[in-house]
């Protein structure tokens, strides 16, 4: 599933090429993608994208009078453009085309992703948007206590969980951890103050890295210019499982934790 770092890619390769447009039709938009009471095709044709933003797992198209375009790619969602009348032919859900020429597609082989448009105040009341937590980018050392410290769940649970920290998702819990030497299944009341902080810079460095990366290509994700991403190829444990620790050489464990496949190092990442 694309995490913050896929999305903010994607983001920032859409945005020069898509602040300006504007929206001349909607030629087609499968009857399962659109969430929400508006009507997508009529409201979004005439209009010009003014931004593309993030915010944790979504992606935004920003329209004037703070209507929002909202994306959420779940597991094989994926946008693109291309000349007009080129779009790919499979597993296609939408496609806006563009006075330049061009046309957005969205594309997802599992159908999970959703995309729906929403006022500003609409926004503001979807559940999904209005629990999620803070942005870890930029996350200061007292607002990421105040979310983690002395909660009973397990640390990779709590880092998964979108309310408490917005974006994360498997692969950067896993490499995070093991660069803060905390194993996944440690009770966050258990992580005192000065390991915490080496958490957070943890998050960073590895959200970062992998943004500079253009992401991470496991299966389906590509770029928006359709490339792929280059941080799996640093990897320190995610899908590692049975090969020796970059640091140890011990051989890495996998478990399940939050109902996700976990590799850590059982030397290096202690309880």
Known sequence: MPELPEVETIA?????????????????????????????????????????????????????????????????????????????????????????????????????????????????????????????????????????????????ALLLDQRIIAGIGNIYADESLFRADIHPATPAYRIVPERLAGLLTSIQSVLEEAIAAGGSSIRDYRTAAGLVGTFQNTFQVYGRGGLPCVLCGTALQTAKVAGRTTCFCPDCQVV
């Not at 933003?53 to 790619?73: T, W, Y």
């Not at 599992?110 to 999620?132: H, I, V």
């Open 12 to 156: 920032q390769g859409l945005r020069p090429l898509l602040t300006g447009r504007t929206v001349i039709g909607v030629p087609h938009i499968a009857a399962h993608l659109a969430k929400g009471d508006r009507d997508l095709a009529r409201e979004v044709i005439g209009r010009t994208i003014r931004g593309v933003s993030r915010r944790g797992k979504l992606l935004f198209l920003e329209f004037p009078d703070q209507d929002v375009l909202v994306f959420h790619l779940r597991m094989t969602g994926r946008l693109g453009l291309m000349p007009a009348g080129l779009a790919p032919a499979r597993h296609v859900h939408l496609l806006l085309d563009l006075d330049d020429g061009t046309t957005l597609y969205f594309q997802d082989q599992r159908k999970f992703g959703t995309c729906g448009l929403f006022a500003d105040e609409e926004l503001k009341r979807w559940p999904f948007y209005r629990n999620l937590g803070p942005e870890p980018l930029g996350l200061d050392l007292e607002t990421f206590t105040r979310q983690i410290s002395g909660k009973k769940g397990r640390i990779k």
